[in-house]
């Protein structure tokens, strides 16, 4: 069994009287791609941000490659920081900068690399999450859907992180491109030997890509492991995702 490279434990979050976590723990392995599954409400998001140093959660511990991220120093967690990519929901590009520069942000504000190294890396990047080459001198508002979600993915990957983190990557994607995208994600985690983690409530990505998840539920995770494993337990909520018409489709149609 492959080491875990995320440790979440016992994390309590609360807004104002609002509990979204009460107890939430989970596992993260080397190389897998792990999915966070829930209704609308059950805090995947949150967690996520959490995980990545955008929020803090009120207790608990939240272990990441090594370092306790509560009681992480600030000069550790800016160069923890560096071993991560993240795919925020609607790519977050910046709308004034092109494809090429939004890429190479983080190469031009983080390394000493000289200018045509960056624009060779920003120009591999591009390629490798199947833009054309002409996408580079392009404007967020000029990409269509998927090609925003494929810009931002290459954003990610600008710094050659060891992980990846995805938040409803395939929404507002048509099921083809969706599929496609899946696909690639599939792909990258192979060739650069990533772990990835996403956010997401597509079923065809539960069922296709994801190898083990989460199911947040009742301010806890309500179960966790491989699809087999989790469309066993018992829980209401679990029957409902998976039990519905919805689910029933896919799992007559799936692998």
Avoid: C
């Amino acid at each position: 069994m492959k080491k875990k490279v995320i440790t979440v434990s016992d994390i309590v979050t609360r807004f104002g009287t609002n509990v979204i976590h009460d107890g939430i723990s989970l596992s993260v392995r080397q190389g897998e791609i792990y999915g966070l599954l829930g209704g609308s409400g059950s805090g995947k998001s949150t967690l996520l941000k959490q995980i990545i140093m955008l929020l803090r959660p009120e207790s608990g511990k939240i272990t990441l490659l090594g370092h306790d991220l509560m009681t992480i120093s600030r000069n550790d967690a800016a160069a923890l920081r560096h071993h991560w990519g993240v795919l925020f929901q609607g790519g977050a590009l910046y709308s004034s900068l092109t494809v090429a520069e939004n890429v190479g942000i983080k190469l031009r504000e983080y390394t000493d690399l000289p200018e045509d190294m960056i624009e060779d890396l920003v120009q591999m990047k591009i390629k490798m999450v199947g833009l054309p080459p002409d996408a580079a001198t392009l404007y967020p508002a000029e990409l269509s859907g998927g090609m925003i979600k494929r810009a931002a993915l290459a954003r990610a990957l600008a710094m050659d992180p060891q992980l990846l983190f995805l938040d409803e990557p395939t929404s507002g994607l048509d099921p083809i491109g969706a599929e496609a995208f899946d696909n690639l994600i599939i792909e990258l985690r192979d060739i650069l030997d990533l772990t990835v983690v996403m956010v997401t409530h597509d079923l065809d990505s539960i069922w296709t890509i994801v190898d083990r998840f989460a199911v947040l539920g009742e301010k806890k995770v309500i179960a966790e492991g491989t699809l087999n494993e989790v469309v066993q337990a018992p829980h209401p909520i679990i029957k409902q995702f998976f039990g519905g018409p919805r689910g029933q489709i896919r799992s007559r149609n799936g692998k």
